[in-house]
Each structure stands twice: as structure tokens, then as C-alpha cells.
């Protein structure tokens, strides 16, 4: 029996019950162009496959390929790419199609593996993962909020987020220490128009890491009251009542300013 390796973040899912919740959320059509992230021992892709011509899945761990090998019968119509997700280039997969992503993303990786998908927007339909529910609801949650912050601002202009269903540690092996949640993203058919991302990710950065503080005085290494002002603005609100798109604002600010060349991201 395969042992859940940590250093992987590997938490495999065995209930049958969240498994069809799980896949009937996806929908699967046959013609679906689809890549599992992590399949671990495929408790996912044994469905999926059943409903799929072909499947592609991505794991970094060669014990589980071989399980996943032999619990298919090394079905022809699934393609097993042995590589860590961030180094893996999608590139050649469906070359010009849009894909559609699936997986239980290992929560010791999962934000710099978030916008390194959101990075290959334009080659994504839609991506249906499962994340511990705590970044989730940060993921989701709306200005002025208790969740809203960071991580919800810098996804905001690409994707749109909708979590879908709780799941309890027991629907796991080993169980988690948290509950996860089920989500969709969706990239947006028309994104925020960022000029500069790296000023974006500059300002929003400084004005959340001082966040109990206002604008004026978070944002002062950055942007002076005038340009909040400019912005359209008022610089006594803190970062946590801002939408996305006034943080686009404040970025074109500083991306104006003869200063922004010298500025580096937080």
C-alpha cells in the first residue's frame, strides 16, 4: 500500500460519496481537453477516465504513477506526465485547445501553483480543484470582508472564484487538519486591464501589509495623497474596503509617476 509521502503535501481522497459530488461538479463530457493535477492513487481519475476519451494527469510522485498504472491497466487513453506541476509545461498538451483543469492541489504548494495556472489563462476553459477552505474563502471573499486581502486582490482581475461544497478531514488518508473546500475558477472573458502587474502586485502588497492602516499613511512609500486623490480615491480608507479595480487605479498612479522605474514588487 502506497504511504502518503509529506514532503508532497499528499492528503488522498477516499470517500465515495465527495468523490461523486466531486466529479458530478466537473461535469465531464467525452471530448473534454482535461489534465489532473496530482491524481495520487486516482481516486479522481478513475471516474474521470470512465467518462473521458482521454485524460492527462501530472504527479511528481513515481510510486503513485506506478499504482495509477496498474489500477488502470495502463489504459492508452491516459496519459501519465511524471513531473513537479510548476516545472511542467503545458504547452504540448492539446497544442491550441483550451483545457480543462481538475485536482487536489497539495496545500504546501498551492498559491505560487495558482498563478502559475492563472499564468496559462489563455489556454484554460475552467479548473476545479480543492484547497484547504480557509484560502478559499480568502480567495472569495468580497471588500470589506474578514477574509479579504491580499489573495483575493491579486486573483481578482484574472479569475472569477466560486467555491462549491465543504469537505470534512475524514474524506481523506492521512486526514488534514483542516476542512477543504471544492471550488471552480473561471478566467474572466475580459480581465482588468493592469498596464504595469508589477506595480499592481507593488501596491497591493504594501497597502495589505499595514492593513489596520489608511491608505494615506500604508501606501506613503509608494504614493503620496495627491496621487490616491488622483486616483479617484479617498486616502483615508484602509486596503480592506478597496475593490480590485481601485487597486488597478492606484497602480497606474504609480506606474505614471518618473519614480515607478526604480520601484520593485514587495
Do not use: C
Amino acid at each position: 500500500m502506497h504511504q502518503p509521502r509529506k514532503r508532497f503535501g499528499q492528503h488522498f481522497l477516499h470517500d465515495p460519496g465527495v468523490i461523486g459530488r466531486i466529479v458530478a461538479a466537473i461535469a465531464p463530457q467525452p471530448q473534454d481537453r482535461m489534465v489532473e493535477i496530482g491524481p495520487g492513487l486516482g481516486a479522481l481519475t478513475l471516474p474521470l477516465l470512465a467518462r473521458l476519451n482521454e485524460l492527462h494527469a501530472v504527479e511528481i510522485d513515481r510510486d503513485a504513477i506506478r499504482h495509477l498504472r496498474e489500477i488502470t491497466g495502463d489504459d492508452p487513453r491516459l496519459h501519465i506526465h511524471s513531473a513537479d506541476v510548476l516545472e511542467f509545461s503545458f504547452a504540448h498538451i492539446y497544442e491550441g485547445e483550451r483545457l480543462r483543469l481538475v485536482g487536489n492541489l497539495p496545500y504546501n504548494i498551492s498559491t505560487p501553483l495558482l498563478f502559475h495556472l492563472i499564468g496559462l489563462r489563455e489556454r484554460i476553459h475552467d479548473m476545479h480543484f480543492m484547497l484547504q477552505k480557509e484560502v478559499v474563502d480568502r480567495m472569495a471573499a468580497a471588500p470589506g470582508s474578514e477574509h479579504y486581502g491580499r489573495l483575493t486582490v491579486m486573483l481578482a482581475p484574472w479569475v472569477r472564484v466560486e467555491p462549491l461544497f465543504d469537505i470534512g478531514p475524514g474524506a481523506f488518508k492521512p486526514p488534514p487538519k483542516v476542512v477543504s473546500t471544492v471550488f471552480r475558477l473561471v478566467p474572466r472573458e475580459t480581465p482588468l486591464e493592469i498596464g504595469e502587474p508589477r506595480h499592481f502586485a507593488t501596491v497591493v502588497a504594501a497597502a495589505f501589509s499595514q492593513r489596520r492602516k489608511t491608505l494615506r499613511n500604508s501606501l506613503k512609500a509608494l504614493l503620496d495623497t495627491d496621487d490616491i486623490v488622483a486616483a479617484g480615491i479617498d486616502p483615508g480608507l484602509r486596503a480592506e474596503v478597496l475593490t480590485p479595480a481601485q487597486f488597478v487605479a492606484l497602480a497606474a498612479r504609480l506606474t505614471a509617476k518618473p519614480s515607478a522605474a526604480a520601484q520593485d514588487p514587495v
